[in-house]
């Protein structure tokens, strides 16, 4: 079985998943932020209260009380400690010249940026690099090491980069699959393998190893 195979049979499974659900790069930049240790639900919450109060751009976060930005965040969980780092991501975006500047910036050097970026760490950072930026770098989260753990593809308490390295040899460089794939994981983990895995109605049971069918 190879990662490959895995990816055709998710993909036949559930479809092109469209993502990221953003309008603009910025809104999936504080996306990736917002979705920390929460559901994608309340995250889509939380960026409607910014776009209601004309405050989904850098400077307008920058630029909003700490209470107002706190207040639009609630639904995301975790507010002060989100407020305070999507304020370090908006004054090192804009000190770095926005979009224009950073697109300019190969891909190794733009990520050690993002990781010198207080409260970003490597899946926030790669998700921005992927679903923002473009660039072929795989996101690694907790869904991707149970289901590729379960499926003994790799060793799910492995280092984020080992696991990552292993993804991206594993792949035909190429933006658009790594884009599909890590939304198909994500499908994947919510839909059949769970924290308690439901084996029974999974598109992978045939070739998991550790089908309990
Ligand atoms: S067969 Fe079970 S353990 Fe294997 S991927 Fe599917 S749900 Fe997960």
């Not at 190969?106 to 970026?117: G, H, P, Y």
């Not at 690099?129 to 090491?145: G, Q, S, W």
Request: proline share 5%.
């Amino acid at each position: 079985m190879t990662f490959t195979q895995v990816y055709n049979k998710l993909l036949k499974h559930y479809g092109h998943q469209d993502w990221w659900p953003a309008k603009t790069s910025f809104e999936v930049m504080v996306g990736a932020i917002l979705t920390q240790n929460t559901a994608w639900t309340n995250v889509e919450r939380a960026i409607a209260r910014l776009e209601s109060r004309a405050c989904l751009t850098p400077q307008a976060i920058l630029d909003a009380p700490l209470s107002e930005l706190t207040e639009c965040l609630k639904p995301s969980g975790y507010f002060n400690l989100k407020a305070q780092r999507l304020r370090n991501y908006c004054q090192w975006y804009i000190n770095a010249g926005e979009l224009p500047c950073l697109s300019c910036i190969d891909t190794d050097a733009l990520r050690k940026q993002l990781l010198m970026v207080n409260g970003i760490g490597p899946e926030t950072a790669d998700a921005i690099l992927l679903y923002a930026f473009e660039r072929p770098v795989f996101v690694i989260d907790a869904y991707t090491r149970r289901i590729f753990s379960r499926l003994k593809l790799l060793a799910g308490d492995a280092p984020y980069e080992v696991l990552q390295d292993q993804f991206e040899t594993g792949l035909q460089t190429d933006v658009a699959v790594f884009n599909e794939y890590h939304a198909l994981i994500v499908c994947h983990a919510k839909d059949a393998c769970k924290k308690c895995p439901g084996c029974i109605d999974c598109c992978l049971s045939y070739i998991c190893p550790s089908c309990k069918r």
